[in-house]
């Protein structure tokens, strides 16, 4: 008699974590700590990447979708906010040299 068990585990893989997932959260999160550093254009980009390449497999097969998630949406704020920095930095460099050439 066999066991009962075996039919029900057999093909089951445990969940394993996306390689770049890690890399991931820690350039979202020293992008939105540290702000001045353009690193959260690379993870919003390996992010959209990772996602894509986790959602491609059958459910369960990464367990580290919500990091890879976080570290995404972390880069894509500060992205913005490095982004409207420098316009307001440009944008009073401007207002500057056109008042003081007057």
């Given amino acids: 008699m066999s066991d009962p068990y075996q039919s029900s585990y057999?093909?089951?893989?445990?969940p394993r974590e996306h390689p770049q997932g890690l890399t991931i959260i820690i350039l979202g999160a020293l992008s939105f700590v540290i702000g001045c550093l353009p690193l959260g254009i690379p993870a919003w980009i390996m992010g959209n990447k990772a996602l894509k390449e986790i959602d491609a497999y059958p459910i369960g097969t990464y367990s580290n979708r919500s990091l890879v998630v976080v570290g995404r949406i972390l880069g894509i704020i500060s992205s913005i906010i490095t982004g409207l920095l420098v316009l307001v930095l440009v944008t009073s460099l401007v207002v500057a040299a056109a008042g003081s050439g007057s």
Wanted: hydrophobic share 40%.
């Fill in 10 to 14: 057999a093909g089951y893989s445990a």
